[in-house]
């Protein structure tokens, strides 16, 4: 009887007021900022790799050349750079071997030839930066370079130097990858060099 009477009179009976219509208005952008800001902040989280790492030798797959017994990562991430601080702990080299040309076994992270500790700075812009690594050849200068694809973290790096052999080129890639709940890091690694190509997967727990 209401509708009818509504109806009859020429008014609309869906039709908000002006007043409930703003306030409606109001609380949908509301909610609407409220929802982009929780992605967003999520999408950070998923994005952001600082903490102190802990590698999990029981869950990680190592190469057996790199000797590493344990290691740790202590990430710095800003919008601009990366740092990563690195200790490794290796096992002695086997008796009777002297590493060949030094190529490949331990010229990643932890380092580097045979390391040991690291700290690395990568930008963040995509452009490669150079850094000084210290060596028992002397310094060596490193190639540095980051991008961030998403959730995940593609590092590189690369140098040149002068071994006992000859000239030794080692190149190092790494891809990141945080867990939903951001408490595992997995670094999948490719490590190529005069003594061939070497794959690892390392899973760190954050401390």
Do not use: C
């Amino acid at each position: 009887m209401f509708l009818r009477l509504r109806l009859i009179s020429g008014q609309n009976p869906y039709k908000f007021s002006g007043a409930t219509q703003m306030k409606r208005n109001i609380l949908f952008a509301a909610a609407l900022g409220l929802f982009l800001m929780a992605v967003s902040v999520s999408a950070q989280d998923k994005g952001n790799f600082s903490g102190h790492w802990e590698l999990d030798t029981s869950k990680s797959k190592l190469d057996e050349r790199a000797r590493v017994q344990s290691m740790t990562l202590d990430v710095a991430q800003t919008a601009a750079d990366i740092k990563v601080e690195s200790k490794t702990t290796r096992a002695p080299r086997p008796e009777g071997d002297t590493g060949g040309n030094g190529g490949g076994r331990g010229m990643g992270r932890g380092g580097g030839f045979g390391g040991g500790n690291s700290a690395m700075t990568y930008s963040l812009n995509g452009k490669e930066t150079t850094m000084q690594q210290d060596s028992p050849m002397g310094q060596v200068p490193v190639t540095l370079k980051a991008k961030l694809d998403g959730g995940k973290l593609n590092l590189s790096s690369s140098r040149t130097f002068n071994g006992p052999n000859g000239e030794v080129s080692v190149t190092t890639k790494e891809t990141w990858t945080l867990s939903d709940d951001g408490k595992t890091l997995t670094v999948e690694r490719e490590q190529s060099s005069p003594r061939g190509t070497n794959s690892s997967t390392m899973v760190f727990t954050k401390k």
